[in-house]
């Protein structure tokens, strides 16, 4: 399974000083698989530690937090030797030992051509945090393109990188998004699919739908053991809402999340600001932003935090938690729920760095993302996720916003190379949209 963010990580190794890594993400993207299995390889030793899985490794913290004495005391408490020259450690669920989050800040100071790795899920959580000491980066579900490359599939993989606008390519990559659909970006998940596709439909239904249970279950559980002064009620109270408001749009743009009914006694955005910031931090939610009027750069000094429109993280998580069946995914009609045409195309900005996200609304004209190019140009981004492309709000944001070009996702082949105005794109080509790096 190969993971995107590997790229980075070997450019960061070929550097001959470099500060420590951090690997940010929700539990159970694959972390620890990208850092030990993948990154690993290219290394003589790895010696890993994780601090939730066995937290006596805090006590080669308790004392000096010299890189070298550090490393002394791991050698010690897992017996393993470690040569910095060409070694890689990795300090995994970092998050459970807060001295050695302070460690980065010596590694990077003192001992910057030493290979250091750190990883956890409550990264956002963290009361202590060595700013400007670490290179960080945010490891997402699998993208529709990692999720293309899990296939081994070289045709489809070929089509895909070269953005093949054919008939032929169009129906098998449409086929391969509305899987994507169900199964999602979680690693487990996706290399479940994958391994069992010699069985039937409904073994392999069947063994993903129990790894998103589990997933889901275990995401719970963290409510109420990482959430600290926050209501995890609370907190579970949104996450659980998110679904449902989601689904209460069929082809029409996400509505703004609306906090009445979400949780007892509690109806203002101020009720839920916490839990929402708790969720953002843990990955598991994904915002989005409308902005008013014209739209000017930088979009962020626009926004409004209590017009905001939540998505999941992950798409598969979320028609589990809907209880859809693959069936109804793979139907045609399916293509008229727009809210997971919206979320996929949300997943799939965020993990190319736009996070978080914006919209547009004037009147009863909607645009589901405005992005920000490489020009500095601002550009609407509608979404169809249909083969119904007429697009009422659209003319309507050209005819106040003047913007260079406009963009369509759907579900159709998309329109020839050569339009650079007006340009549709097929859904799972999101990924090739023109943004800011």
């Known amino acids: 399974m190969q993971r995107t963010l590997l790229n980075a990580l070997l450019v960061w190794k070929s550097q001959a000083l470099r500060k420590p890594l951090l690997i940010d993400g929700a539990r159970q993207t694959g972390k620890t698989f990208l850092l030990k299995e993948l990154f690993g390889k290219t290394f003589t030793n790895v010696l890993r530690i994780d601090f939730l899985e066995n937290p006596a490794y805090k006590e080669a913290f308790d004392g000096s937090l010299?890189?070298?004495?550090?490393?002394?005391?791991?050698?010690?408490?897992?017996?393993?030797a470690f040569n910095p020259t060409t070694d890689l450690l990795i300090l995994d669920e970092i998050g459970e030992c807060e001295r050695a989050v302070i460690s980065l800040k010596y590694f990077a100071e003192k001992a910057p051509t030493y290979y250091v790795a750190a990883s956890g899920s409550n990264i956002g959580l963290l009361n202590t945090f060595p700013v400007g000491k670490v290179e960080q980066y945010n490891l997402r579900p699998l993208t529709f393109k990692e999720f293309i490359y899990a296939s081994q599939e070289a045709a489809l993989i070929k089509?895909?990188?070269t953005q093949a606008n054919s008939a032929a390519a169009h129906a098998k990559l449409m086929d391969k998004l509305t899987d994507y659909f169900f199964t999602g970006g979680m690693p487990e998940a996706v290399a479940a699919w994958y391994q069992f596709k010699e069985l039937g439909i409904l073994d392999r239904v069947e063994k993903v739908t129990k790894i998103h249970a589990d997933l889901v279950e275990g995401y719970r559980r963290d409510f109420g053991k990482y959430t600290g002064k926050v209501d995890a009620t609370l907190i579970?109270?949104?996450?659980?809402?998110?679904?449902?408001?989601?689904?209460?749009?069929?082809?029409?743009?996400?509505?703004r999340y609306k906090f009445k009914n979400v949780h007892d006694r509690k109806s203002r955005y101020s009720d839920f600001?916490?839990?929402?910031?708790?969720?953002?931090?843990?990955?598991?939610?994904l915002?989005?932003?409308?902005?008013?009027?014209?739209?000017?750069?930088?979009?962020?000094?626009?926004?409004?935090?209590?017009?905001?429109?939540?998505?999941l993280f992950d798409v598969g998580l979320l028609h589990h938690m809907l209880g859809t069946r693959f069936r109804e995914i793979k139907q045609q009609n399916?293509?008229?729920?727009?809210?997971?045409a919206e979320?996929?195309?949300?997943?799939?900005?965020?993990?190319?760095?736009?996070?978080?996200?914006?919209s547009w609304h004037d009147a009863r004209a909607e645009i589901e993302f405005i992005i920000e190019t490489n020009e500095g140009d601002i550009v609407p981004v509608e979404v169809k996720s249909g083969k119904r492309t007429r697009a009422k709000?659209?003319?309507?944001?050209?005819?106040?916003?003047?913007?260079?070009?406009?963009?369509?996702?759907?579900?159709t082949q998309g329109s020839s190379a050569l339009e650079q105005t007006n340009i549709v794109l097929p859904l799972y080509f999101t990924q090739y949209l023109p943004m800011k790096g």
């Open 287 to 311: 915002a989005n932003y409308p902005i008013e009027g014209m739209p000017k750069s930088p979009l962020a000094a626009y926004k409004k935090d209590n017009m905001v429109k939540l998505f």
């Open 159 to 161: 089509a895909f990188d």
């Open 343 to 358: 979320n996929f195309v949300q997943q799939e900005l965020t993990a190319i760095g736009i996070d978080p996200s914006y």
């Open 66 to 80: 010299s890189p070298d004495e550090l490393l002394m005391n791991i050698e010690l408490i897992t017996n393993q």
């Open 273 to 285: 600001e916490t839990a929402i910031h708790w969720l953002k931090c843990c990955r598991l939610v």
């Open 393 to 411: 709000s659209l003319a309507s944001y050209v005819e106040k916003c003047a913007p260079t070009k406009t963009f369509k996702l759907t579900g």
């Open 236 to 255: 579970e109270s949104v996450f659980n809402n998110i679904p449902a408001q989601l689904s209460l749009v069929m082809d029409e743009s996400v509505k």
């Open 334 to 340: 399916y293509e008229y729920k727009g809210y997971i």
